[in-house]
Every structure is written in C-alpha cells, then in structure tokens.
C-alpha cells in the first residue's frame, strides 16, 4: 500500500461564535486518508466545512475532537509544513510590492538562499503567466492575477505536499485551464495534491479520489473514474447533485422527528 500522506480519524470541529457563545458543528468525525501522489478534491456547497477541514490539516485550527497526521506529524508541527505548500481562500499580498519582489520576501520566511530564490521566483512567475508583470505592484493586479501569484507562493519551497483552497475561483477560462495544466505537471511530478472546490469540470479532469462534505460531515469519498468513466464531468454534476439532495432530504427528516 502507498504511503498516507493525509490521515484523520473522527476529525471534528466546533466553531464558537462570541455572539451568544452559539456552538456550531462545522466538521463531524471526518476520518480521510490521502495517499502519496494522490491528487484529492474536497467538494461540498458554500459553509459545507471544506476551509476548515484545510485550516485543521495546517494546524492553523486546533480540532474539537479526533485525530490529526500529515506528513507523518502532528498537524502544524515545522517539520511538516516546511514540505507542504498552501495556497488560502483569500490570499493576502502587501499591494506595494511587485510580484517579483513579494516573491522573494516570501523566499526569505522559508530562509531559501539568495540563487536559489531569484531562480525559483522568476521560474514560478514563468509557470503561471506572470513574467510581464513581475516587476508591477500588486496593488493593481486583477482578482485572477492574485490568484496566479498566490499559487505561485503556494509552489516556492518546492513542497511534496499542496493544500489549494478553491484554486480556480475567480479565475476567467484561460486562467482555469493555466491552473489545470499546472496541476497536471505537479501530478507527474508526484507531489499530493489536496484542493478544494466546487468547480466540476477542474476536478474531473485532475483529481484521483473525491470527498464530499455537506454539513460538515463526509458523505462520500471515492474514486473520479468510478463516477466518470471516460472523464465527462456531467456525470460527476448529477452524481454531486443527487448526493447532496439525498443528504438534505435526511437532514431534515431526522430534523423533524426530534
Ligand atoms: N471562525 C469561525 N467562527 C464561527 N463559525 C465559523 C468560523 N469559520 C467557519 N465557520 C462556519 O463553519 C461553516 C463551515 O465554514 P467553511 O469551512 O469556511 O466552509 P466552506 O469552505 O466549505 O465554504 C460555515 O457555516 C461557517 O460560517
Ligand atoms: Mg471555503
């Protein structure tokens, strides 16, 4: 068997809000495991869990219940995340740095040697379609070239692991396919992959193995092939659709016999 590179067993999370101290149940005893070169997609509506279940695999949340490996190690421990590479949901940029120089500020935090962060800032600009702008402030890129530079980020310690958190919102067609086409070479180059999104098409085309999340709870995790045959994303849509709607429909059956 492949190595786990991802593994939870009854992952859970409560949100608190300081409103009323009101709980919520964001994740419910996920237990997941990912594989050493697996591409795997997190699917799941709007506040199904999916950025959260990323924060917990990061050690940027700390978990209710349950249990927490990657890499090996605990969730968050250094020696984990100095392999993996992370792309968030709203990537922050300091807006009067050029894509250039914010590449090469983020090289110092990972203490990469002067040579090595020159040439890997300008080969990742390269990788996705920045090379013009480089030397433009960020303050006055679009929400797609952010969005380029924050996978560019996500890519500069050369990491075996990616965690990419809704990669290709935002992004205009030519945008969506550059990113396929950059996860198809990180595919052969035999990093795991670990994204989020509810983007079909892009997860058809790249992901091994799915999970679906609805109300913070798994209710499917299993292979794209087994769904897809031959890769048509429709059949992926309805089979998404239907898995959600059954869900729903025994949410709130069990719902109204309590
Ligand atoms: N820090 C927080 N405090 C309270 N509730 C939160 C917090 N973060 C997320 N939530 C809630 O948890 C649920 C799951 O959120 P999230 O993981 O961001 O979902 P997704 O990424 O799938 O859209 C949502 O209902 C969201 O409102
Ligand atoms: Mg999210």
Known sequence: MTKAVIETINLGKVHF????????????????????GETFGLLGL????????IKLLLGLLRPTTGEVKVLG???????????????????????????????DFSGHLFAMPNKLRKDRSKELLELVGLTDAAKRPIGKFSKGMMQR???????????????????????DPIGRRDVRTILHKLK????????????????????DRIGILNRGKLIFQGKVSDITAGGNYLKLEDFFLSSIQEAEANYKKSNNSK
Not at 17 to 36: C, E, G, H, I, M
Request: charged share 20%.
């Open 17 to 36: 809000s300081n409103f009323l101290r009101k709980r919520f149940q964001a994740l419910d005893q996920l237990s997941l495991t990912v594989a050493s």
């Open 46 to 53: 709007n506040g199904a869990g999916k950025t959260t279940t």
């Open 73 to 103: 190690h605990d969730a968050g421990d250094v020696r984990a995340l100095a392999r993996i590479g992370f792309l968030p949901e709203t990537p922050y940029f300091y807006s009067y740095l050029s894509a250039y120089e914010f590449l």
């Open 149 to 171: 530079l924050g996978i560019a980020q996500s890519l500069l310690n050369d990491p075996d692991l990616i965690f990419w958190d809704e990669p290709t919102s935002g992004l």
């Open 188 to 207: 052969e180059q035999g990093k795991t992959i670990f994204f989020n999104s509810h983007l079909l098409p892009d997860v058809s085309e790249v992901c």
